[in-house]
């Protein structure tokens, strides 16, 4: 199997795409550690991994917090003996936000929750990573950290944290890809496009939004969780060895237009 003997730890693994490749990493044999700040979600993935004869064990924190990011690494190398693969999955829209909160402390929240998570996951995990001579990071980009918002479909008033949150995880990628280079750990994002998620539930739940949505992408669809989950899983196994720094788009054609 593509994952056999590797342990992947999983941020935002309650949910969606980080519960996806929560369950196809452990079918490719890879033990798991479901973070998520939702105690319940955690528990339900690693219970969905374990009876499909999978290896988990559920964590719960905030990826905001840096003892806690700290804690979730240590925990994970005390049950599993060491971390080969860091998902970083926990990320939040300002729609998560309540809608009268000051715009900068809306700013503030998005920001510490997709970027500051991501960089502090990344912290502790590559520490361990370094240690042991090998690692790969994965985070979730976003095309929104490629393009901007397409004009005319409301989506963002040039303040919406949530792009300028992507494009700050781009940038990590690469900064940080190039600085582990010689130390064996590789840093790669996706970008997926809109897909199925909790994250996107508002939107796709609306018939006019979601089939502008759909229009948007050259495919004339959206994403399911899988398919960014086989784009994670490559760039996470070895079949990716030579690729560090690098951000991939899965997204149905949208940032080829
Ligand atoms: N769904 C999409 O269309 C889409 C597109 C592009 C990028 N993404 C990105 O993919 C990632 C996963 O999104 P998703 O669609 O699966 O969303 P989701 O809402 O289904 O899952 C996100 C998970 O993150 C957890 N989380 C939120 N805040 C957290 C925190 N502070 N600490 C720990 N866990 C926290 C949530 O509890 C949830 O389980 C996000 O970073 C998102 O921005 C999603």
Known sequence: MRLDDKVAL???????IGEACAVLFADEGASIAAA??????????????????????????????KAEC????????????????????AGITPRYV????????????????????????????????KEQGRGSIVNLASIIGLVGYPHGHGLSDGFNPYPHSKGGVVQMTRDMGV??????????????????????????????????????H??????EPVEIAHAALFLASDEASFITGA?????GGYTAQ
Do not use: H
């Open 10 to 16: 999983i941020t935002g693994a309650g949910s969606g």
């Open 36 to 65: 998520d700040i939702s105690e319940d979600g955690a528990l339900q993935t690693a219970a969905t991994v374990a009876d499909a004869g999978g290896e988990s064990m559920a964590i719960s924190g905030d990826v905001t917090d």
């Open 70 to 89: 700290e804690r979730m690494v240590a925990e994970t190398v005390s049950r599993f003996g060491k971390v080969d693969i860091l998902v970083n999955s």
């Open 98 to 129: 309540p809608a009268d909160t000051p715009f900068d402390e809306k700013w503030d929240r998005v920001i510490d929750v997709n970027l500051k998570g991501t960089m502090l996951m990344s912290y502790y995990a590559s520490e361990r990573m």
């Open 179 to 216: 600085a582990f280079a010689q130390q064996g750990v590789r840093v790669n994002a996706l970008c997926p496009g809109f897909a199925f998620t909790a994250l996107t539930k508002s939107l796709t739940d609306d018939a006019d939004a979601r089939a502008r949505l759909e229009s948007l």
């Open 218 to 223: 050259p495919m004339g669809r959206l994403g």
């Open 247 to 251: 951000s991939l788009p899965v997204d």
